[in-house]
C-alpha cells in the first residue's frame, strides 16, 4: 500500500518560514519523480515544484523562484519543500505527489498523492 505522508505546516507570518516533508511508503522511492502542489479555497490545485529521482535537477514555478527549495532524501524516502519569504498569496493546502514515469508539472501526470499540510501565512 503506497502513503505519502505530509508535515510541517503551520501558521507563520509574512517574512517566515516553514519546511515541508513527504515520507513515502510502500513504493521504491529513488524511482519516483516527486512533486509539490498547493491548493487554496477555491481555486484549482497548482503546481509548485519538481524533482528528479536524484534530486539533481527541479523545477519551480515562477512565483515560488528563489524563496522555496525542493530537496530529496532517498536514504528517508522523503521530500522536502522549503518555504522562506512566506507571503500571504503563499497560503494553501501543500500536497506532495509521486510519478513513475513522467518528471513534469501536470498533475495528472502523478500516480500517487498526500493528504496535505495546511500552510497559512499572515500578514
Known amino acids: 500500500q503506497v502513503q505519502l505522508v505530509e508535515s510541517g505546516g503551520g501558521l507563520v507570518q509574512a517574512g517566515g518560514s516553514l519546511r515541508l516533508s513527504c515520507v513515502a511508503s510502500?513504493?521504491?522511492?529513488?524511482?519516483?519523480?516527486m512533486g509539490w502542489f498547493r491548493q487554496a479555497p477555491g481555486k484549482e490545485r497548482e503546481f509548485v515544484a519538481r524533482?528528479?529521482?536524484?534530486?539533481?535537477?527541479?523545477y519551480y514555478t515562477d512565483s515560488v523562484k528563489g524563496r522555496f527549495t525542493i530537496s530529496r532524501d532517498n536514504a528517508k524516502n522523503t521530500v522536502y519543500l522549503q518555504m522562506n519569504d512566506l507571503k500571504p498569496e503563499d497560503t494553501a493546502g501543500y500536497y506532495c505527489?509521486?510519478?513513475?514515469?513522467?518528471?513534469?508539472?501536470?498533475?495528472?501526470?502523478?500516480?500517487?498523492w498526500g493528504q496535505g499540510t495546511q500552510v497559512t501565512v499572515s500578514s
Open positions: 505527489a509521486a510519478s513513475r514515469k513522467f518528471y513534469t508539472s501536470d498533475p495528472l501526470r502523478y500516480d500517487y
Open positions: 510502500g513504493v521504491t522511492f529513488s524511482n519516483y519523480f
Open positions: 524533482v528528479s529521482w536524484s534530486g539533481g535537477n527541479t
